[in-house]
């Protein structure tokens, strides 16, 4: 039997499980996907939002506001990239102005700090290439850009090292409440692998949240999810803009946003239409839409695109967050309706839910709780000393595999062989930017499918792009002739 | 769509009489020739724009020839294959049974460029050579 | 950090590098060092099995390997220096002492500056990739660039798929066409957003047509299938703005698809030294001797623009390797107050290498090598030299597909500058009645 068991190995759940992972409770996260980090949170905007665009006194509002502060703390102790670039909303018409002063209003109503309406002059002078159109201007200094795979990375390993367990490949198929001999509530969960018991149970399951909800809970929930296209341009762009660009909505739609990402590429997106909850795949029309309406931001947007992709967020019903205890099923915690700005509010989300949670159950602070992560070392972004160290410890940190993003070997074999170590190509690529570059993997495939095949003692075959059916090599030549 | 390219078969019929529509890969103009064939043998041959055409066409459509390069296991050296090739033209009908000759041979390293894999391969009368110096495993 | 120095440092040990090493030696350098990413040399060329290479350089017809054994073999037995599995991740420029310090690494030797008094840039080029053609659909495994394809298939000896489609006609796509049928696979077509193929007609000939493997012109891909695996793509036709026709769309169904939609020059490290990039080529603006703007830093080969065959990189190669050596021995014909000339593409020309020509420092005869924008019969190549008509030479054909040359020659263009200073070469594609 389980204290907790946590659905969900995506920004959210990781959160969570990372926040109570710091009490001496057992905690197992249930991941369908083969890694963490593959569901909503492996493709979003990577912002990390300042927190006026949500009504105030709504979950969203108070959460974001939290996680940002959070996140600027914890992305020191947890060594992910983050960088407080702050995030500009444009009025590109002057009956924008009104809408300018009432995201400031609600900005200020939310708590978020140091906001200020600019003018054109200013503007211009913090953006030399916006969009000759932009009258004014929403500055939020505390706006950030992170890297939304290493966050989630850095929680999930943090709370592994703290003693929290991981299954993955392993989809939840029935949950059934049941009374133990001493009268005490626990939930039977049935999964396509080994079933669970588990004290307490949170749904953290994105697009899926709904479905988990409702197999224990009378008061439904309904989550549609909204599909968001997005294009990635080469790092030789990524320099247009410094701050995050966003756009006022108008009758054109939500807007989209230009942004530079932490590792320094550009990106637009994303646009917003109803989807299949495994629908992830990109449209011409989408793609065409990110580049024609991204275009109205800047003067010119360049198109040097490496690659684009497409991301689902969880809208619930409601529009808001909804988190914290069932009302008709004590035990039962969601975490549910997590759409922008999830990403930002996760942290604060799992502080919530761990510190109510941990109360429940009585539990009490480890003494040996792990605080800090090492991540993964770059030599791209090391000096020369810090480079001539790694690779005085281990050579292969001089062989280079991926020279778009300058990864080698020992990075990989790092991604590996630590703590909730990649399994996958994708894996690989989302903890060391291995193919993440200009070439995508074209020439690094190559290199990695071989190292991922030693460390994990599997064949080549047997190594996929993000497991199922992803495989990549297909037997040997003359097999068939 | 149908790939205007593909070297074609019309049939004349009882005459026994072929036309031959071929895209000369001798230079880079790329001239659509017409060879008339009767009985098997090249009656006239048309569109080419110069002596290189005719030639190609003639050879194209009595004995077409390919060099083949494929790939045979190795064991014991820095890679699991080694890239190999017919040392000379075979019949382009063989190139196939070229493919499945080295189908299960197995060298053992080092090899070199130039060593003999088999012998007139598929009855061809062309040997298959190795055709990258492979040394022994690291 | 260990330092090394050289007086010729050559980035890259593929065809291009390698015949730059063999010149310059020949040149009388002895200072020289190659500095190679692959634990071999030869670059692509190792992986480049099939037959075709060497017509030009050799007189006869090799494969890819034995093509670049010719050139180890050179820097074997003149024993040039040369480090493999090493990767320079940085080159910087000291204007003052004109010397260049090239950074790399690798396993055995670390991280380490190479003190250069010259530099040849011969990093190759890569190819474009999925993201960057904007196509639509899921993005599962089985969809490779033709060159990794190839790597795998003719490196390791693995089979990357079992039934392919190919987008894109260049010539690594052609080449694949064959080669995945030769060891198994089934190729159900290959798609061609242009109205004509980027390949060479031999390789249209000798890999689809002998295969029945179907080449569809003004065809994309409009969709890929598959969430894990690609199960299948979309293939429509194109109007003439190269924009899908609603109502052509056909399904096929595949495991895999193969990319060869262009390749780009590697310039990275060129742009970190300062060096010029024509956004045409993608790589560097060159003079008459390959120097770009940096001085004494050269480049050749696919990372200066994209060739179609392996023998004229052999060819341009040799030409900065000679040039380095003499710029490095003081062997450089001297600038003169002579005439300095740009060299203007106009009307279907897309550029030139060289882009500029200095009238001292030229070659008896020069060799201009360019590419066309679109297929051209029965056209005149024009010259002008400050709108002056110099020369009309009748094309039969002109593809995009096949590099182009001009031979300049020093004489005539010494002739007219006596007469009086000029300052722009234009190249043009004329009507023949013009």
Redesign the interface.
């Known amino acids: 039997m389980r204290d907790v068991t946590i659905i969900g190995a995506g920004v959210t759940g990781s959160a969570v499980a990372m926040e109570l992972a710091a009490y001496d409770l057992d905690i197992l996260v249930i991941e369908k996907e083969s890694d963490v980090c593959e569901g909503t949170s492996k493709a979003n905007s990577g912002i990390v939002h300042s927190g006026y665009d949500a009504e105030p006194g709504s979950l969203k509002a108070r959460f974001n506001v939290e996680g940002n502060r959070l996140i600027h703390e914890l992305s020191r102790a947890l060594d992910f990239p983050f960088r407080e670039n702050g995030s500009l909303v444009l009025s590109l018409e002057e009956e924008g102005r009104a809408k300018v002063e009432e995201l400031y209003e609600r900005g200020l109503a939310n708590g978020v700090p140091g906001l200020k309406i600019l003018e054109r002059d200013e503007l211009t002078k913090l953006e030399p290439n916006v969009s000759e159109n932009a009258v004014c201007a929403l500055f939020a200094p505390t706006g950030g850009i992170v890297c939304p795979f290493n966050m989630n990375i850095a929680f999930a390993e943090n709370a592994a090292d703290n003693g929290a367990d991981f299954v993955f490949d392993t989809q939840v198929k029935k949950i059934t409440k049941k009374t133990s001999e001493d009268g005490s509530i626990f939930f039977h969960i049935e999964t396509s692998g080994e079933d669970f018991d588990t004290k307490v149970l949170v749904n953290a399951a994105g697009v899926y949240a709904d479905v988990i909800h409702n197999m224990v809970s009378d008061e439904k929930i309904h989550i549609t999810p909204r599909k968001g296209q997005y294009?990635?341009m080469d790092k030789n762009a990524g320099s247009l803009v410094s701050h995050t660009l966003f756009q006022l909505p108008t009758k054109m739609g939500k807007g989209i946003l230009v942004t530079p990402t932490v590792h320094g590429n550009l990106m637009a997106g994303p646009t917003a239409d109803d989807a299949d909850p495994?629908d992830?795949?990109?449209?011409?029309e989408?793609?065409d839409t990110v580049l024609t309406r991204g275009a109205l931001s800047v003067k010119a947007l360049p198109r040097?695109?490496?690659?684009?992709?497409a991301g689902l967020r969880a809208h619930e019903d409601g529009g808001d967050f909804i988190v914290g205890e069932a009302k008709d099923v004590p035990g039962f915690f969601d975490a549910a309706g997590i759409e922008s700005p999830g990403l930002t509010a996760a942290p604060a989300i799992g502080k919530y839910l761990g510190t109510l949670i941990a109360e429940k159950l009585s539990a009490r602070k480890k003494a040996d709780h792990i605080s800090e992560r090492k991540g993964i070392p770059s030599i791209a972004l090391a000096d020369?000393e810090e480079?001539?160290k790694l690779?005085?410890q281990d050579?292969?940190y001089?062989?280079?595999v991926c020279?778009?993003e300058?990864v080698t070997e020992g990075e990989i074999k790092n991604a590996i062989t630590r703590t909730l170590g990649a399994r996958t190509?994708d894996g690989v690529k989302r903890r060391t930017r291995a193919g993440m570059g200009?070439?995508?993997?074209?020439?690094c495939?190559?290199r990695t499918i071989p190292i991922l095949a030693e460390q994990l003692g599997v064949s080549?075959e047997d190594v996929?792009?993000?497991?199922?059916?992803?495989?990549?090599?297909?037997?040997?030549?003359?097999?068939?002739? | 769509?149908?790939?205007e390219?593909?070297?074609s078969f019309k049939n004349g019929g009882i005459s026994g009489m072929d036309i031959r529509e071929?895209?000369?890969?001798r230079c880079?103009?790329?001239c659509q020739i017409k060879v008339e064939m009767e009985n098997g043998e090249v009656k006239s041959v048309t569109g080419n724009?110069c002596p290189r055409g005719e030639e190609y066409a003639v050879s194209e459509v009595t004995h077409p020839s390919?060099?083949?390069?494929?790939?045979v296991?190795i064991k014991g050296g820095?890679?699991?294959?080694v890239?190999v090739?017919t040392a000379s033209d075979v019949p382009?009908e063989k190139?196939?049974d070229v493919?499945s000759a080295l189908k299960g041979i197995e060298l053992t390293a080092p090899v070199h460029?130039g060593d003999v894999v088999i012998k007139d391969v598929a009855g061809c009368g062309a040997d298959v050579v190795v055709?990258?110096?492979i040394p022994e495993g690291e | 950090?260990q330092d090394k120095k050289a007086d010729l440092v050559i980035i890259g040990g593929g065809p291009a590098g390698l015949a730059a090493a063999a010149a310059a030696r020949k040149e009388g350098l002895e200072d020289i060092l190659i500095i190679e990413?692959d634990?071999r040399l030869g670059g692509i060329l190792?992986q480049c099995?099939?037959?075709g290479f060497g017509l030009h350089t050799f007189k006869e017809?090799l494969?890819g390997?034995?093509y670049a054994?010719r050139y180890i073999r050179q820097i074997i037995d003149e024993k040039i220096p040369f480090m493999t599995?090493t990767?320079a991740?940085n080159i910087s420029f000291d204007e003052k002492t004109g010397l260049k310090t090239v950074?790399a690494?690798?396993?055995?030797?670390?991280?380490f500056n190479i003190e250069a008094k010259a530099v040849i840039l011969a990093m190759g080029c890569?190819?474009r990739?999925?993201?960057?053609l904007?196509i639509?659909?899921?993005?599962?495994?089985?969809i490779?660039?033709a060159?990794?394809a190839q790597?795998?298939?003719?490196?390791?000896?693995?089979?990357?798929?079992?039934r392919v489609v190919i987008l894109g006609s260049g010539d690594i796509g052609l080449i694949m066409a064959r080669r995945m049928t030769?060891?198994?696979?089934k190729v159900l077509c290959v798609a061609e957003l242009q109205p004509y193929s980027g390949g060479?007609?031999?390789n249209?000939?000798?890999c689809?047509?002998?295969f029945?493997i179907?080449?569809?012109?003004s065809?994309t891909v409009?969709?890929?299938k598959g969430?894990?695996?690609v199960e299948g793509v979309t293939i429509a036709?194109v109007d003439e703005n190269r924009k899908?026709i609603p109502g052509t769309e056909q399904f096929y169904e595949c495991?895999t698809l193969l990319l060869s939609c262009g390749l780009i020059p590697e310039n990275?490290l060129s742009l970190a030294v300062g060096v010029r990039i024509n956004p045409v080529t993608g790589g560097a603006f060159v003079n008459e001797s390959l120097e770009t703007n940096i001085p004494g830093v050269y480049a050749c080969g696919n990372v200066l623009h994209v060739h179609d065959l392996v023998d004229y990189v052999s060819g341009e190669a040799s030409v900065a390797g000679k040039n380095a050596a003499d710029f490095l021995l003081g062997k450089e014909k001297k600038s003169g107050d002579e005439i300095k000339f740009e060299i203007r593409p106009e009307n279907g020309v897309r550029y030139s290498v060289p882009s500029t020509v200095d009238l001292a420092k030229m070659p008896d005869t020069l060799t201009v090598r360019f590419r066309v924008g679109a297929e051209y019969r029965n056209v005149n190549l024009v010259t002008y030299v400050d709108g002056k008509k110099m020369t009309s030479q009748p094309k039969?054909?002109?593809?995009p597909g096949?590099m182009q040359q001009l031979i300049l020659v020093k004489k005539r263009l010494s002739e007219l500058a006596g007469r009086g200073p000029f300052h722009e070469l234009t190249v043009r594609i004329e009507e023949k009645d013009a």
Do not use: W
């Open positions: 294009i990635l495994e992830t795949s990109t449209t011409a989408g793609l040097m695109p490496i690659t684009s992709f020369d480079r001539e690779i005085k050579p292969s001089a062989k280079v020279r778009c300058l190509v200009r070439c995508q993997a074209g020439f495939l190559a080549f996929t792009k993000s497991g199922g059916g992803s495989y990549y090599i297909d037997g040997n030549i003359k097999d068939l002739i | 769509m149908l790939n390219r593909r070297v071929l895209t000369c890969i880079p103009i790329g724009s390919r060099i083949v390069t494929s790939l296991r820095e890679r699991p294959v890239s090739k382009k190139m196939m493919i460029i055709t990258s110096d | 950090m990413r634990v190792n099995i099939h037959n017809e494969t390997p034995e054994a599995g990767m991740v950074k690494m690798n396993g055995d030797e670390g991280l890569r190819e990739p999925r993201g960057a904007n639509p659909g899921y993005r599962p495994s089985g490779y660039s060159g990794t790597y795998y298939v003719n490196m390791e000896g693995r089979m990357i798929g079992k030769y060891e198994g696979a060479l007609k031999r249209i000939v000798q689809l047509d002998d029945d179907p080449l569809l012109l065809h409009v969709d890929i969430k894990r695996r036709e899908p495991d990275e039969a054909v002109m593809a096949e």
